[in-house]
């Protein structure tokens, strides 16, 4: 039966989470942390993690707070309202919320206690390293190898555009890698492909330079080299040769929280820009009383509250499905929703999600005139933030678009086929 | 508690609704009435109404089903699905219950007795007329009057661009019309209207001959004059110099019928367009697996389901409101959603679906070439048909955008102010 | 030495293909031939050739006007304006300039004696028909043949979605084809096409029932087959094997036309538009005083200007090409633009022309709201007829999209290839 | 005569300015300029103008080049292309040629001798201060004032968004300022507005720390305050009271520039995406084989052609107004195009190009997905950079609408009126 209303839980979370960047994320510290660029804010991240909400939907069994991903969306939609800038706790909440649910869910005992509890608490990265040289979606142009040798595997291989290097080597940590224990076979470059948990600190990684970006400066932009880097067989995740069909997986938790960010960045501009252009008078009139610019305005909201609700629809699917699955562990196939058919939803929240942020900014900054270009509103650092996640951050705009006309229409019509 | 799953009643529903329609609203059928033009389907209407889905929202003891609102915007989902074209079942639907529910809501047990319940049945037609020369929205210019004689109202004036004269005329029934009974105030122009039911038959009414349009064929669009004619007060709706707030009432539930229409007809677009360019090729490939269209495809189809989601919202709203009200009789105020909060979401409903609508049937025309642009398929009525929700039908375009602005930003910001 | 001044003979031909239009093109009589569908307007079609304005590009020596296409586009923007509806004038203007000139370049003299100078004087039709069911851009789907019987050809197969049969049925003349004189190569499909000139009532050739169009109706649209007709080697036009090439000459002349008839369009759906919306008031203001509509229109009028000087500088182009090729007879190569840089320029006209002038009708009819979905106003016409141009008219959006892309990019990136 | 050739000596000038910045102005300068921030590039400045073609459309009588502004719009295309971050010489050409060369034609000997010579050579820095905190177009807002005292005019106020305060300050040289010398008409606020020259080192100017900008690193944005500036009469420009209209001028020629710097600014983002996306595969196809990308690629060039005809026009008509007006000395009034008919134009260009040249690098950036995101590429520093042009400098993008459309509906649809 359709409901639209929030439980006494879901209110009492958000405000919680409100409360807490009322105090630790405002403009100024935000601001300040996104000039100075890569701020590695330890005290910010351990105390989102104190809240239990980063990574929330690890199950409790496991050392998370075993929040359902609807509420954990309310939660991004939070962050991404107090950090639109993405300089701090919008990056690391939708990376590791997303990626980090996922390693959990397949990784073994001892990364677990190593690695993801840590990670839960703050102490330690946990990120992503899919993408190489030669593309990011496009995994058949996947080099990077692991070889069985005894009980352990060799991996060699680079991985490019990697989010959080820096922070990673910082904190200590490491990145969910994927690579061939198989040949890449051209019909399907999509099997063979292997996960591995890789600490940041293990023999053999090199870290490079990181990017200079044009904004999200709350995680460093990066690759690492791997050279004949030995890892036990309990660092890998899941089963061998699957490593694809998880990454698809991690890739959706992850673009749903940013989808649900991006809900609350809009909220953000909005409710920054109508003060002023309540007040500011051009020609004698409000700036808000001209068409030009209510209209847009009206606009902004009403497709951030379509966003809002295909949010709040994908994370209700992505509950049945995990519950239809089991959890902690994966105990049989999700049958109300496929994985397909919560790709497609994610995608379609990823693909509208930043795309409407950014035009967000943009026209705020157009409202404010030359004052919406300068750093003294959060806009132009709205602006720069959430174009990362339309180029290219879990999958740029046009994958999303492959992904949704592919489950409208079948795999035989995917663009490069 | 967030929740997207229809109840085994909907599912009940719907689909008894589809079934008929498969019979009776075929391509063939209703592309054959719009080229007749005004094709006065009463074997539709009559159809329909035995399913109990026009002005399903009718209470039990006033003769409806007493279907929720949420229920009857999905089955004006089936309807604009089988009639994209507007030539028969769904412009109707749109008028009849919308404004037919509102009727009830305030009218006497006499004007129940005589048109709303044969209305239901679909043996005679209950409209609504407020629109007049001076303009649609915009209440400050009518001049049309009502003058208490003894307990009798003598009403004068002219009213123009209204749905179903023709249908009115022939098939008996009448009109809603708003007239003033006091002196409009050059600050408050909305009151001092009050509401009447108008008998098409009343001793002084003239109908008009219609205007030529481009197509929405279910329903002519024309005039009527009034001259001395005389009304019992029973023929009142609702309290004398409250009609303005009434007919708001009235236009937010046929708007809310329109946006669910409209739904159903992007789908059944999507759904005639599939198979089509999947099938054929240009230059040696389906033109389903060139992105130019396949993206256009994927944006609509997302697009239609945020249209869903925000017809769903509407309605759970509008029904919360209902109930807090009380039905059949008005008790209380809503708690809730202010009847503003409802109206905001609805007007967003009425622009994003019809300017949707059209948009989806223009890009089926353009994939489909010069075969598009041919009345073989059911895009070019389609368009035709759409457009009349967006040029005007229940409020035009930026008469959507103005409330939503002003919702938002408050009454002061209202641009003509 | 840029300029763009009008010489003084450029003002006087279009003052008095005004001056004509004003009488023989009002709305009342576009309208009243756009009601009645395929109006057949000897009259109208006369009295335009009588002025040297259609195929007004043939050189005098082969009974033209001579003019330029510079001038030539001004008069198609003229024709456009009286004839937004391409109920008439128009659509027979762009099809029997663009293709007539190039017939002429390329035809016996027998041709040109019995079909090109009577239709120069309006005596008979001559068109194109190129597509066939495969596909109208695509050639490599083109099944009819012609094989050399002696000094005769004999021509097979079927031609679909043509421009005219009806009209050229009833009044005489003939089409353009093109067809295979030689097997279609998978690598160079567009080789062994050979054009021809068929006289409609050659025999062999069977005309079939129009299509039901949505509008553009000056002319009919429909299909014939061709069974062993034969025809003798003088109605071949050019040399063999050589079909495709003047074909896309035929192209770029008669998308001229369209695009150049564009600004006409749009100019008048402004002129149309600005008298009402300064006059008509909606709560107190006139709609011009609403920035949603002033800036919509200001944006229609700046991109119109846009479009006029890209058909200006196309037809420049296009006349430099025509001198240094030669006139009447082709006696050597373009140098200063390469026919496919004047492709380029005019795949960009033929793309931005239709989609603005039905932007701008749709935008009207909105402006307008319920008044402009009635067929008092010439929008509703407007609209539904330069659709015809978009969707596929001489070449459909995409086509040109294709050529422009292709023209910067180079062939190896064909989106199909 | 249409034509739309360029003459021998225009394309001297611009070779002759492209091999400088093929020197001065590489992608490695400008991104090292741009990144310090508000560069002070004096040796660049100086360049250009060694080159005549800073103010190039001073009279030669005057020290300028006496070129026309035809040719002047080709140079600033070339500096476009390649500054399009606007981290240093695009900005100054706007600014200092549009603006020079009106506060030239307005001055005293004084004022041209001492600082619009020391200018034309790069020694001095010009510039336009007439903005007010109460807002940018409006003059009505505007609260400084200047009383005549003797010979001497003394000046208090506050002038805000100023580009080029700390450049000024540095380099020397001044600003063209606009003050009240009479009382604000509340029906003809524009009346009674005085210019003059104020050097920034007058006794009484103060100047502020700038604002920290988005971009257009090549010009500080600051302000100063006035208090009791002793001006000899001698540093005013033209007439008493009539400063709003001279400003309206120097508005018209910097926003000339700034349309003509946005053609290069396109220009060179398609010539820099180009090659990666011909190169660079993803799923085994070049990215330039995507229909997404080549035909948005496509619109990009189409709209910067149209754009640029657009430049050319609007100089075209600026360079016949000013010679009917007279040069050096104004000896006339411009019959062939008024002022407004200019300005129409020049808004249109001021309109179109900046939003298309942000649109262009915002598409490269998401094209080119993380990669497009660092700053190794140009994409990132033309985003920020030509994003101040669409805010604010010289116009807001809604000041150019509110102009296009008063030039087409009449001074009584200003929508603020």
Redesign the interface.
């Known amino acids: 039966?359709?409901?639209?209303?929030?439980?006494d839980n879901q209110k009492l979370m958000v405000k919680s989470v409100k409360e807490w960047c009322e105090r630790h994320l405002t403009f100024e510290q935000v601001r300040e942390m996104d000039d100075r660029g890569h701020p590695f804010p330890k005290e910010i991240v351990e105390g989102l993690c104190g809240l239990g909400v980063v990574m929330g939907t690890v199950p409790m069994e496991h050392g998370g707070s075993g929040i359902d991903w609807?509420t954990q969306a309310m939660i991004s939609e939070v962050i991404g309202y107090y950090d639109p800038t993405i300089a701090t706790a919008a990056g690391l909440m939708a990376v590791e919320t997303g990626w980090g649910f996922t390693i959990d869910r397949y990784c073994s005992k001892t990364v677990r206690e190593k690695y993801i509890k840590p990670a839960i608490k703050g102490e330690k990265f946990a990120g992503i390293a899919t993408?190489e040289a030669?593309?990011?979606?496009?995994v058949?142009?996947f080099k990077s190898t692991a070889k069985k040798d005894g009980d352990e595997w060799v991996i060699n291989g680079e991985k490019t555009?990697i989010s959080g290097t820096e922070e990673c080597e910082k904190w200590g940590g490491g990145y969910w890698i994927n690579v061939r224990t198989g040949p890449a076979l051209p019909e399907a470059p999509h099997r063979n492909m292997t996960s591995f948990f890789l600490p940041i600190d293990a023999e053999g990684v090199e870290v490079q330079e990181p990017?200079?970006?044009?904004?999200?400066m709350a995680l460093s932009?990066g690759g690492f080299t791997m050279k004949d880097v030995r890892l036990p067989d309990e660092y890998r995740l899941g089963e061998v040769g699957k490593g694809f069909y998880y990454t698809m997986e991690g890739f959706d938790n992850a673009r749903l929280m940013i989808g649900a960010s991006c809900v609350g960045i809009i909220q953000r501009i909005?409710d920054d820009a109508?003060p002023y252009i309540?007040e500011r008078?051009?020609?004698?009139?409000?700036l808000?009383?001209?068409?030009?610019?209510?209209?847009e305005?009206?606009?902004l909201?009403?497709?951030m509250?379509?966003?809002k609700?295909?949010t709040?629809?994908s994370t209700?699917?992505q509950d049945i499905r995990y519950k239809e699955e089991g959890m902690p562990e994966k105990t049989s196939e999700a049958k109300t929703f496929k994985p397909t058919d919560v790709a497609n939803?994610i995608s379609?929240v990823k693909?509208?999600g930043p795309s409407l942020a950014m035009k967000a900014a943009?026209k705020a900054?157009?409202w404010?005139?030359?004052?919406?270009?300068?750093?003294?509103y959060i806009f132009?650092y709205a602006?720069?933030g959430v174009?990362?996640y339309?180029?290219?951050?879990e999958g740029?705009?046009?994958i999303q678009?492959i992904v949704?006309?592919r489950e409208?229409?079948?795999r035989e019509?995917?663009?490069?086929k």
């Open positions: 039966m359709f409901d639209f209303a929030e439980t609807l993408t030669g593309g990011g979606s496009d058949a142009a555009f990017y200079k970006d044009s904004g999200r932009t909005i109508m309540k008078k051009a020609f004698g009139r409000p808000a009383k001209y068409e030009a610019i209510q209209f305005l009206a606009e909201y009403m497709e509250e379509a966003l609700l295909m709040r629809k209700w699917m939803w379609m693909w509208k943009e900054m157009i404010f005139g030359a004052a919406g270009y300068t750093k003294e132009e602006w720069r174009m990362s339309v180029v290219g951050a740029g705009l046009n678009k949704v006309a409208l229409l079948g019509y995917i663009p490069y």
